[in-house]
Structures are given as C-alpha cells and as structure tokens.
C-alpha cells in the first residue's frame, strides 16, 4: 500500500497541484501500473481539498494518459508508455530541446489565439484578465509565474471552445510546464525580458478581445517567436544555475 498523500498547500489551482502530487508519484513508480487509487473520498480527506477539486486532478491525469477509470472497480494507474521528453527539476535537457518544445507551443498557441478571437465572450475575458492578474500577484509575491503563465494560456484555449485543442495542451502541458519553467526562470533575470512578456500577453489580449483573429495569431507567434529569442540570449551562468545542457545530440529520444 502505497503511503497517504499529504494535504495541499492552499492557493490558485488547486486540482493542478493535485495533478502534479499524483502524477509525479505515478512516474517515481511509487503507484505502479495496475494499482487502484483512493477513492475519491479518501483523496478528498487526504489532500484536504473538494471532490471537485480530486475530480478536476483526476481528469487531468486521465487526459495525460497516466490512469484509467474501470467501470465499477474505480480508477487504476496505467502503464506508463514512452515519453519523448522529460522536463523534471532532477533532469538535465539541452538547451535547445527547450526550443523545441517552444516551438510547439508556437504552432499550437497562434490559432489558439486566433479561435479565441472569434469565440470569445466576456465570461471568458474576464477570466483572461484575472489570469493576468493572478499573474502579476504572483511575480511581485516572488513566485516565479509558471503555474499562472500556464493557467492564462489555458483560460485563452477555454475560450477557443474547441476540446481537442484543449485535449492536446493537457497532454503536452507534462512537458510544456518544465519549458515554461526554464523560459520564465530566464526571463526573471532581466527585467527588459520581464517587461517584454508582460507587454506581449497585453497585446495578445487586446486583440483577442477585440476580435481580431488575424491579430490574435500574429502576436501569438511573435510571443512565442520572442521567447525563443530570450533563450538564445540567455547568459551561460544561467543554464549553469539552471542544470541545462546549452548543447545536446540527442535528449530523451528527441534529436537536437
């Protein structure tokens, strides 16, 4: 039997700590394939958090692939297949497998953007703002933004109101989130690059509200195109301090 979870520290998102206490528990093979996790109940009265809360978490690592629900016998962890890319603090990638995976980001988050222009309603720019802001709150508290930078690119997919987009971002975020770890890390250093991303997400959001989805996709790419830039501009005592490889052949099955 595998040891209780620990209750979770309270702040934003909180099914997406969740998600990550689990999912990482799943990948240190302390929960092996074929273990059936706590019922909903017990997880609720271990993390200390809601069923919707355990719920969210639990979707989350479904849609990542790492457990499935059985019909009557509960929620069992998968076998966990390949991955080409691993972006855990205790792993060393190259520098340029952090560009790859914004390049990804840049395919995916321009018609993103662009669909969010054209669907959006004011609920959902609404949410768009109070990312932001959670954003904001939490660099000027000393965090370093990435759970908010992903949670404001997300509430901008909510709006494109297209679940395979949103599918595929989940799946992707187990890699996307240690990208974005790495490139807001970077981007913390200097604060011309600080000042360039908040001005950047200002943009994409005015012209998603705005409806311009020829703009939306414009300044998406261009984000994304510049985060790419701030990584190749990244000092060397940077990738030091970080652990990553300014240079790699071949990273995780991934060619350089």
Same mark, same amino acid.
């Given at each position: ?196 991303? #908040?001005? !950047? $997400? /200002? ?7 705005? %409806?311009?989805?020829? *703009?939306?996709?414009? &300044? ?9 830039? #701030?990584? !190749? $501009? /990244? ?7 970080? %652990?990553?490889?300014? *240079?790699?052949?071949? &990273? ?5």
């Amino acid at each position: 039997m595998s040891a209780p979870f620990k209750p979770i520290t309270p702040g934003a998102y909180l099914s997406d700590q969740v998600a990550d206490v689990m999912a990482a528990k799943i990948r240190a093979g302390r929960l092996a394939a074929g273990d059936k996790l706590p019922t909903e109940a017990v997880l609720v009265d271990q993390f200390s958090v809601s069923r919707t809360v355990v719920r969210e978490a639990l979707s989350r690592l479904k849609s990542l692939g790492l457990v499935e629900s059985r019909q009557g016998s509960g929620v069992f962890v998968k076998e966990i297949g390949f991955s080409p890319l691993n972006f855990d603090a205790k792993s060393t990638v190259s520098k340029q497998a952090v560009i790859q995976m914004v390049e990804v980001r840049r395919a995916l988050e321009a018609e993103v953007a662009a669909l969010a222009a054209q669907r959006r309603t004011k609920v959902d720019i609404k949410h768009i703002h109070k990312s932001i802001a959670d954003l904001e709150k939490a660099v000027l508290a000393g965090g370093d933004g990435v759970n908010e930078d992903v949670q404001f690119h997300r509430a901008i997919a909510d709006a494109a109101r297209n679940p395979f987009l949103i599918g595929t971002l989940e799946y992707l975020g187990q890699f996307l989130r240690g990208a974005t770890r790495v490139t807001r890390a970077n981007e913390a250093r200097r604060t011309d690059f600080a000042r360039q991303v #908040r001005e !950047e $997400h /200002a943009v994409i959001v005015k012209a998603i509200e705005a %409806g311009d989805a020829e *703009a939306a996709r414009k &300044v998406a790419t261009l984000h994304m195109n510049n985060a790419i830039a #701030r990584i !190749e $501009h /990244a000092d060397p005592a940077f990738w030091q301090q970080t %652990g990553v490889q300014l *240079a790699s052949p071949l &990273v995780h099955g991934l060619p350089a």
